[in-house]
């Protein structure tokens, strides 16, 4: 009894766990000239690179082993905070320095892949936007602000 009792909590939890992950499974993040772009699997759009003040790597760690990658993309003014596709990216946090906005993009970015993400941000975004790389809380890339979820 106890052994069925387990293996239907192990279920749900992979169940539980998984969904994120499938909903996921198609999405993309690509970095151009023209800025950085999001596909969630459905729609696409763009973060274009003149309208950013300022681009860094953040990190935390999550666990002993694993740590957790975010790339932050601070406009350099209003934001589409109710885009589909973006929505689910914004942040309103302390802002990263001095002159920045508290609303920002945050990109996680999957284990083992930051140094290719940092490299392509870094090779096309203008230099004077790089912010480096700062270690954050643990948990740090938090969720989307429910409140701003668009309509429809």
Request: hydrophobic share 40%; aromatic share 8%; proline share 12%.
């Amino acid at each position: 009894m106890a052994g069925l009792v387990m293996m239907l909590v192990f279920g749900a939890l992979g169940v539980l766990f998984g969904i994120p992950v499938w909903h996921g499974r198609r999405a993309a993040v690509m970095v151009d000239r023209a800025g950085v772009w999001l596909d969630n699997g459905k729609a696409r759009q763009i973060i274009p690179c003149e309208v950013l003040a300022g681009v860094g790597m953040q990190w935390s760690q999550f666990g002993r082993r694993v740590k957790q990658y975010s790339i932050e993309l601070c406009p350099s003014g209003p934001i589409d905070d109710r885009d589909p596709v973006l929505w689910p990216l914004v942040r309103d946090e302390e802002p990263v320095g001095p002159g920045l906005p508290r609303l920002r993009y945050r990109l996680p970015i999957p284990p083992g892949s930051q140094e290719q993400v940092t490299t392509a941000v870094r090779l096309y975004a203008p230099p004077h936007l790089w912010l480096g790389v700062a270690q954050r809380e643990p948990g740090h890339l938090g969720r989307p602000d429910p409140s701003r979820r668009p309509k429809g």
